[in-house]
Nanobody, 132 residues
């Protein structure tokens, strides 16, 4: 499985960016695809996740209402639409994916993010800088 993240850049506070995670090597029919971010000097944070089997999503409280995750099945690509960006959103953003069979339906969404992070495949990061 290979993942290619793109779409990062410099944006002013209040602006928008759309990140893309293009996946190759598998068909995203039964996968959890997640976005993580890591700012300098800070721990990695799970941002959002989508289950490709049924489209259910998860968002961290820090981005809820501002970010939206979606999938283009024809392109085997997952997008992260980021609106009303804040300086604290500045980070390197990574996408990762793991087969849904690895993710128990009984665990919490946050725990599911940990499973994807620990057992999934990762792409390289894309830098998002929010600054005036």
């Amino acid at each position: 499985v290979q993942l290619q993240a793109s779409g990062g850049g410099l944006v002013q506070p209040g602006g928008s960016l759309r990140l893309a995670c293009a996946v190759s090597g598998v068909t995203l029919d039964y996968y959890g695809v997640a976005w993580f971010r890591q700012a300098p000097g800070k721990e990695r944070e799970g941002v959002s996740r989508i289950y490709t089997s049924d489209g259910t999503t998860y968002y961290a409280d820090s981005v809820k209402g501002r970010f939206a995750i979606s999938i283009d099945n024809a392109k085997n690509t997952v997008f992260l639409e980021m609106n009303n960006l804040k300086p604290e959103d500045t980070a390197v953003y990574y996408c990762a994916t793991a087969h849904e069979s690895l993710i128990s339906a009984t665990i919490t969404p946050a725990q599911a993010m940990d499973v994807i992070a620990d057992f999934g495949s990762w792409g390289q990061g894309t830098l998002v800088t929010v600054s005036s």
